[in-house]
């Protein structure tokens, strides 16, 4: 357990804050991308709870230290909800971890990568960004990001996904917007659900590893998708967000 003080936030969207936090001691949090963090807090009656948030600190950003970004989904009526968007910054809440094996891993000698994502399940990709260019340069595979998101206004660092694509080759950024299409629609967009990308992208069983992170339909029906086309359970690496009050 360690104390984490929040240095900065910022509106992603109309329900999800970006939120920067540092160790109050100075030392930095060692994490690896895909990994999560716990903070610990009390609901209003003083019983102890916690939530779990993907970190989406990029190592290639020259000033992030030892910060640690995370982006908070708003949930009505919920306890973590009340307590991160009350978090002023300079006030301190307690943390644990990071925690979790959402991460790419060093035996990996896949050609592709099929990462897909709706809502905050976004983050730990951002996170992994520099290890993605990395594998690409070193070995010459390829990764595909699949988001999902209603509107663009719910598109979490889609701005950041798209420089990434075009500054490096070989890796590739496909909107799905599920109710609301971009105006006007930029190249890789697509109208529907994330399925509709993955299955566009037709997954090889002989050259993919995918991973999967948001919301548990969302991941259920992929996972059964990527099934379908002949990838193996163990090529499929799966990450749920299900919300808590």
Do not use: W
Not at 61 to 90: C, K, Q
Not at 138 to 155: H, S
Not at 168 to 185: D, K, L, M, W, Y
């Amino acid at each position: 357990m360690f104390p984490l003080r929040l240095t900065a936030g910022r509106m992603l969207a109309p329900s999800v804050r970006h939120l920067t936090f540092e160790r109050t001691d100075g030392e930095p949090v060692a994490f690896v991308p895909g990994q999560f963090i716990q903070f610990h807090f009390q609901y209003a009656d003083g019983t102890p709870t916690k939530r779990s948030y993907s970190i989406a600190t990029r190592s290639d950003d020259p000033s992030a230290g030892g910060r640690v970004e995370i982006a908070v989904s708003y949930v009505s009526g919920g306890a973590a909800t009340e307590r991160l968007a009350h978090l002023a910054v300079g006030e301190t809440i307690d943390a644990s971890g990071p925690y979790g094996r959402f991460c790419l891993q060093d035996g990996d000698h896949n050609g592709r990568y099929l990462l897909v994502a709706t809502g905050t399940g976004v983050t730990p990709y951002r996170a992994m960004l520099p290890s993605l260019a990395q594998a690409i340069g070193e070995r010459g595979c390829e990764v595909a990001l699949v988001y999902g998101a209603r509107n663009e206004a719910e598109l979490l660092y889609g701005e950041e996904f798209e420089a990434f694509a075009r500054d490096v080759p070989g890796f590739s950024f496909h909107p799905c917007f599920s109710r609301v299409p971009r105006t006007p629609p930029r190249p890789g967009d697509r109208n529907g659900r994330v399925q509709v990308a993955l299955a566009d992208l037709a997954p090889d069983p002989a050259r993919d590893i995918a991973y999967l992170c948001g919301n548990p339909d969302m991941v259920d029906e992929s996972f059964a998708l990527l099934q379908h086309a002949g990838l193996a359970v163990r090529q499929i690496r799966r990450e749920k967000y299900v919300s808590s009050r």
